[in-house]
């Protein structure tokens, strides 16, 4: 009699043991490791949940990552693993809200942050983003593409490539807007446009940033867009211009200090009479409140102009 209710206790225990097991497993839902192009036009969803974090791999170097509601969740990025970005949500609350990472060379990687608190579901444990074949960024700066390897007669060959002429204007550029003392427009963070010149088949614009404010702040990268008024309704529409590169002497700017910079773009063919290219500047907290300042659409025939 003792040794059987010794055998119904066992069983007992091993009953309970699958079936903590099982409401482990169906709390923590299915876990997800996922694989993705890199596409700057995609909204990827990336599932959380409390007590958990998940990473976000990119094929280059992050530059900054902006959360819509930093209340909600946290990010955290290290320059040990530049390439790397992780999530989590805060609270234990149901929430939703998007973050936005750029990379060193300009791009923009848009995420849907969504957690469902308590409730079972999907945890993205790991999304890694893989470098697509079609995008090309010219420049200094990593790129989504490993450069090719090349021998000694190859890469002297290179130094007379317009990639390398292109380089050396954009040099000459920012030498010349260093020795400037512009004119800045804006409040806590001034910004004023120097010279523009044509960098082979694109324009070339160098500016300068002054941080008028009492804190420290980060700069996002430079972006150019076409603007103007729509036809319905009076408002405002706004195009971006694709950025070829850009340089810029310092990310960080300390109260009182200033940046200077150069970006290279692709000029629209045309545009109407009431639009106006422009360049704009934002830091990384206030994502949402650019500075904007007019650029002119024809470079000089020669040399650089303001």
């Avoid at 995420?111 to 945890?123: I, T």
């Avoid at 446009?193 to 404010?213: K, M, R, Y």
Wanted: with cysteine.
């Amino acid at each position: 009699m003792k040794h059987a209710i010794q055998i119904c206790s066992s069983l007992l225990l091993a009953f309970c043991s699958l079936s903590e097991v099982a409401t482990a497993q169906s709390s923590t839902g299915s876990a997800q490791i996922i694989d993705l192009p890199l596409n700057p036009r995609d909204v990827t969803v990336l599932h959380l949940r409390k007590g958990y974090v998940s990473s976000v791999r990119l094929p280059e170097e992050v530059s900054a990552v902006v959360l819509g509601d930093p209340g909600a969740f946290k990010a955290e990025h290290s320059e040990a693993e530049p390439q790397l970005v992780f999530f989590k949500p805060v609270g234990a609350r149901p929430a939703e809200t998007n973050a936005v990472i750029t990379t060193k060379s300009g791009h923009e990687v848009a995420l849907s942050l969504v957690s469902e608190g308590a409730r079972a579901g999907a945890v993205d444990y790991v999304l890694r983003y893989d470098a697509p074949h079609s995008l090309v960024i010219a420049g200094t700066r990593s790129s989504f593409l490993i450069s090719e390897t090349r021998g000694i007669t190859q890469e002297i060959a290179a130094n007379t490539t317009p990639q390398k002429q292109a380089e050396k204007q954009s040099e000459r550029l920012l030498r010349k807007q260093q020795s400037e003392n512009p004119q800045f427009r804006g409040k806590q963070m001034k910004i004023a446009v120097g010279w523009i010149s044509q960098v082979e088949d694109g324009v070339g614009v160098s500016f300068s940033v002054l941080n008028s404010s009492e804190r420290t702040i980060e700069l996002l990268p430079p972006q150019i867009q076409l603007a103007g008024a729509a036809k319905k309704h009076r408002a405002i529409k706004a195009e971006q211009v694709p950025i070829r590169d850009y340089q810029l002497t310092t990310r960080k700017l300390t109260p009182g200090s200033r940046a200077d910079g150069v970006v290279i773009f692709e000029r629209p063919a045309f545009k109407e009479s009431k639009e106006r290219l422009l360049l704009e500047i934002a830091q990384a907290e206030e994502v949402d409140r650019p500075v904007l300042a007019p650029i002119a659409f024809v470079a000089p025939a020669k040399g650089a102009g303001k």
